[in-house]
């Protein structure tokens, strides 16, 4: 990406001399001579490399321009800011780089150096680039196999469903409980779109104040509202092209959900204060851990949005409905743990504790496994295994998945140890279907009557 510098001087003959020479260099410039442009200039240009001389008008003085580069930085801090002072500012310019600046030059500024300078701040930003994609890459993996691991089928539907829905530009509804995944699938849906390099921006339609979320979503007109000194352009302008994901959609103002149908209609929003609309091109993802339809009923969520946000519904199962994937999801969790542990070990969970860990209900999904897996392998110290001693006492409290005397004894016979196995597996269906039996019979593909023998035989209530 090729860079733009920003020159800030009040002499004409140095801007012309200062923008030849770095578009020689391949470099995009942008000049001001006085303090209200060179701001207008940064936001219309969005640089991220300023050269800015001290001595700025209405005063003259060096002060004028550290207010400046003040301003600069606390409206952009990643900004590049190379200062260029007198001998006599030299105090000023070290105070202004100790506060954010990059760097300073003293007049009088050798080309050469300038050049070096300022490629040298190019070559930062690009660091700082790859290491924030890096991050946003290693964190959208990770995501991707915390809650894209496993092989229950109700996850595998979902999943499934997702990579179906994802092609198209169809909205779609994630639903489930809190920690079943929601962004994450969000994330993985948008990155098997035709908008993957394309912004994805999430935001908690609860988290924020109506008045803040509506100035959030759609932007703002500078003097719209007391505290709007400036215009916004709002996240619908800054994801176009790509996918917005409407995070707890439920907990929306009803006045908000008026100007969200209106986008999903007609693709055009209106910023608080703006006479015209503006033609976005977004996908929406929405999710909730709410009942929407019960919703719609009572009045507190539009028929008309329910309708459009609800092209395509992926619920996403608890954990305690996805048997057998936790042990997979514990030992991932456990693994990504050793990042926060330093010199942890490979580390294994007993057969003991995981019989506790799929003992448990799991209300808060996979948040909860995966807090408690970092709990473990701190508690663990050290040591290559996580044993029932090691876990949370809510998780040590609760009955194991099978006691001991599910255990097949030493030298037992293959029938002995089918029996043992089938009375686990009964045993863990029935908890996940919290004792349902019509539904913990579909889970183990046997009819009701034919799980009621075998619970009869196995002595299960």
Aim: aromatic fraction near 4%; charged fraction near 25%; hydrophobic fraction near 45%.
């Amino acid at each position: 990406m090729t860079e733009t510098v920003l020159l800030i001087d009040d002499d004409p003959g140095f801007r012309d001399a200062y923008r030849e020479l770095l578009a020689q260099e391949g470099y995009t410039v942008a000049e001001a001579g006085a303090a209200p442009k060179a701001l207008a200039e940064l936001r219309r240009t969005s640089a991220r490399l300023v050269v800015l001389d001290l001595m700025l008008p209405p005063s003259g003085r060096p002060e004028e321009g550290a207010a400046l580069a003040d301003k600069i930085l606390a409206e952009r801090p990643a900004a590049k800011v190379i200062v260029v002072s007198g001998a006599g500012e030299t105090p000023l310019a070290l105070r202004l780089v100790e506060r954010g600046a990059y760097d300073f030059l003293a007049k009088p500024v050798d080309p050469d150096v300038l050049l070096a300078v300022v490629a040298r701040a190019a070559a930062r930003l690009a660091l700082e680039d790859r290491v924030t994609e890096l991050e946003r890459s290693l964190t959208a993996r990770e995501g991707d196999a915390s809650a894209l691991l496993g092989q229950s089928p109700a996850f595998l539907e979902a999943k499934t469903l997702c990579e179906r829905a994802a092609p198209t530009d169809v909205p779609v509804l994630i639903t489930g409980e809190s920690g079943t995944g929601k962004e994450v699938f969000a994330r993985y849906l948008h990155a098997r779109s035709r908008r993957k390099d394309k912004p994805f921006i999430a935001v908690n339609c609860g988290a924020l104040a109506p008045t803040l979320l509506e100035s959030t979503l759609f932007g703002h007109k500078r003097g719209a509202f007391t505290s709007a000194i400036k215009d916004a352009p709002g996240l619908f302008v800054e994801v176009d092209g790509g996918t917005l994901f409407l995070d707890e959609i439920g907990d929306m103002d009803p006045a908000l959900q008026v100007k969200l149908l209106r986008v999903l209609e007609t693709g055009e929003i209106l910023p608080v204060g703006a006479a015209r609309p503006l033609t976005v091109d977004v996908r929406i993802v929405s999710a909730t851990h709410r009942s929407l339809e019960s919703m719609v009923a009572n009045k507190t969520f539009r028929d008309d949005l329910y309708w459009r946000v609800r092209g395509i519904e992926i619920g996403l199962p608890r954990l305690a409905d996805r048997v057998g994937d936790l042990p997979l999801l514990a030992q991932h969790f456990l693994n990504l743990s050793r990042a926060l542990v330093p010199r942890s070990p490979a580390t294994a969970i007993s057969p003991g504790a995981m019989r506790r860990l799929e003992a448990c209900d799991w209300p808060g999904n996979l948040r909860e496994l995966r807090h408690e897996m970092q709990r473990a392998l701190v508690m663990a110290g050290g040591r290559g295994e996580i044993l029932e001693e090691d876990l949370s006492p809510a998780r040590r409290g609760g009955a194991p998945a099978a006691s001991s005397g599910d255990e097949p004894a030493e030298g037992a016979t293959l029938e002995e140890k089918i029996a043992a196995l089938e009375r686990r597996e009964i045993a863990a269906a029935l908890r996940a279907t919290q004792g349902n039996k019509s539904q913990a019979a579909a889970r183990l593909g046997l009819s009701r009557q034919g799980l009621l023998n075998k619970m009869d035989r196995h002595g299960l209530k």
